[in-house]
């Protein structure tokens, strides 16, 4: 079991799998033509949060399971701040994909996943960190947190120089 790939494993495929059935169901009952537009809408909305959610659960998974080489760090808190790190690319990658392609609602659940993952630093993460290790993941955490907002500040700039609101 150790030397099983992290990614490409089976458990890995079929998650990954179980994400494009999903997506794939959101995006043919965003055409189902005996549905109303808003019952569209919403199955097609699902659709997409579910293969959103189901690929971060999936990636976690992969984070929290894959076999650790020996370090001198504590195992538990290696995978803690790995899966924290995953949330936070995971989290700019929704907000880029969010802001490139104009959807609110990836951009909110982007900010909501932002918001999960400094809770999780804060509270757990940094729990047991010496000082200079409190002091450095706070200033990468705040470094990610600035240039997010920085993008969603040009975003929101661009937008009023358009004219469009919301």
Not at 24 to 53: F, N
Not at 84 to 105: N, V
Request: a positive charge.
């Amino acid at each position: 079991p150790s030397l099983r790939p992290v990614v490409w494993n089976p458990r890995f495929l079929a998650g990954c799998l179980l994400v494009v059935l999903v997506w794939l169901y959101g995006q043919v009952a965003g055409t189902l033509p005996y549905l109303g537009e808003r019952a569209r809408r919403l199955l097609s909305g699902v659709g997409s949060i579910g293969a959103a959610l189901l690929l971060l659960w999936n990636l976690s998974a992969e984070g929290v399971l894959a076999p650790l080489p020996e370090t001198r760090f504590n195992p538990t808190k290696l995978r803690s701040a790995a899966l924290s790190l995953l949330w936070a690319l995971y989290a700019f990658a929704a907000m880029t994909w969010g802001l490139w392609r104009d959807q609110a609602l990836l951009r909110k659940g982007a900010i909501v996943l932002f918001t999960v993952t400094v809770l999780k630093v804060l509270i757990v993460d940094l729990a047991g960190l010496d000082a200079l290790y409190r002091i450095l993941s706070v200033l990468v955490l705040g470094a990610c947190l600035l240039i997010g907002s920085f993008l969603y500040a040009l975003y929101a700039r661009a937008r009023r120089r358009s004219g469009e609101t919301g």
